[in-house]
């Protein structure tokens, strides 16, 4: 499981179908703003933020008598931690992904698919442009507030690897809340040998996060780390599922 295969599974959670949506309503553009977590969760935690992945979405949507450009622009905030496992250290090995997607709403109806799906759903999408995630198994539900808004989080079990090992990894995922204009999903992961610790980690993350910008100086990446600028297949880019060159599970 390396980094830019799991934004690239991240990316597909808000992209294709709303395109055609907004197209339709004449709706040429509609950008995220890029979400946070609190700095004080992060130190509790031991994870650090560690960049902001910039993925649009470029369409042509095909009308009754033209065509309409729309482009659609998310943003995934990075985090990660150091996770020992036996006498391994993985780098990389507990991550945790702020998704933003926008909001598209026509006379009340929410356009963006993402506002209605479950856990199961979105777990679904990622996985089917994942390429290092296998046998994913739902475990449980729970509950969790963010933003203020309590929504459902569950867990999975996955099959990946790091470096060559075979790891077992827990995946948690939320459904989306709402910001004024945009909506938020989170993901965690960790190897499962790990439960004990990160679970609560990766749940205090979820409470933890906010609308506040990213901080000034985090590096921030375009479609060379998962983005994709000009695509019509769910946010995927070629560079998603064979990232080389990254160790850790993110």
């Known amino acids: 499981m390396n980094r830019r295969s799991l934004l690239a599974g991240a990316a597909v959670l808000g992209t294709t179908s709303v395109a055609g949506c907004l197209g339709t309503f004449g709706m040429a553009e509609h950008e995220a703003s890029p979400a946070s ?17 910039e993925d649009t979405i470029e369409q042509s949507v095909d009308l009754a008598v033209f065509s309409q450009e729309v482009s659609v622009t998310n943003y995934i905030t990075e985090h990660e931690k150091s996770v020992t496992v036996g006498p391994l250290t993985m780098d990389g090995g507990g991550g945790f992904l702020v998704v933003a997607t926008p909001q598209a709403s026509v006379l009340g109806q929410e356009l963006n698919p993402v506002s209605d799906m479950s856990p199961k759903e979105l777990i679904e999408r ?3 442009s994942y390429a290092g995630m296998e046998n994913v198994t739902h475990q449980e539900d729970g509950s969790v507030t963010i933003l203020d808004q309590e929504t ?8 990946s690897s790091y470096n060559g090992s075979d790891v077992e990894v827990s995946i948690h995922i939320s459904e989306a809340v709402e910001t004024e204009e945009d909506l938020l999903v989170t993901v965690g992961v960790y190897p499962n040998e ?6 609560s980690n990766i749940i205090s993350l979820m409470e933890s996060v906010s609308e506040a910008s990213p901080e000034d100086g985090e590096s ?3 479609s060379d780390d998962g983005g994709n600028e000009s695509g019509s297949d769910g946010g995927q880019s070629d560079g998603g599922e064979n990232g080389s060159g990254d160790g850790g599970i993110l």
Not at 43 to 52: A, F
Not at 152 to 157: K, N, Y
């Open 220 to 222: 921030q990446n375009g």
């Open 37 to 53: 977590v609190d700095e004080s969760a992060r130190q509790d935690t031991g994870y650090e933020q560690t960049g902001v992945t």
């Open 194 to 199: 790990r439960r004990d610790e990160e679970e």
């Open 126 to 128: 990622v996985e089917g």
């Open 152 to 159: 459902t989080q569950s867990r999975f079990t996955a099959n």
